[in-house]
């Protein structure tokens, strides 16, 4: 980048005669930066802390397959149950055991609150707060919470 090139140094601010700051001053152009950058790292940090953020990388990474590979059915249902406010508990303070021998149409899944590290109340307990039933190839999920052993659809 070539330096600024000024006519007459000693009136008004240094401008730029070339280049992609033509007509610019170093400060014109540092407060335009700003005025663009300020504004959409406190809207990123906004949607990052409201959880929108999230919604969204699961809702784009979330696809059809994903109902049959257990790592992404966990993490989705871990969004879907945190957001839907079936639990008040961090999404970090749950544990899903998913388990293998249940039938691909009926799926069963714990969910555990982990008490244990960052989590509240440290005391390595695992209380069960309720089960999902995941019909993996209807791409359907029903949940026991507040009526143990009855299934009904997730709210």
Known sequence: MTPPVTSDSAKG?????????????LKQHILRRLILVLPLSLLMIVLAKSGVMDRLVDQYTFKQTS??????LVRHLRQTVTHNGM?????????????????????MIDVMEKHSGTCPNPD?????????????VAARVETDQGT?????QLP
């Not at 601010?13 to 001053?25: A, H, I, N, V």
């Not at 508990?89 to 249940?102: M, P, Q």
């Not at 390595?124 to 993996?136: A, E, G, H, I, N």
């Not at 143990?148 to 009904?152: C, I, V």
């Open 13 to 25: 601010p240094r401008r730029f005669k070339s280049g992609p700051f033509k007509g610019r001053s």
């Open 67 to 72: 109902w049959f590979d257990d790592t992404a």
């Open 87 to 107: 639990t008040g508990d961090r999404a970090d303070c749950l544990l899903f055991i998913v388990n293998g021998n249940s039938p691909p149409t009926a799926t």
């Open 124 to 136: 390595t307990s695992l209380p069960k707060l309720f089960s999902l039933r995941v019909d993996r």
């Open 148 to 152: 143990p052993g009855q299934f009904h």
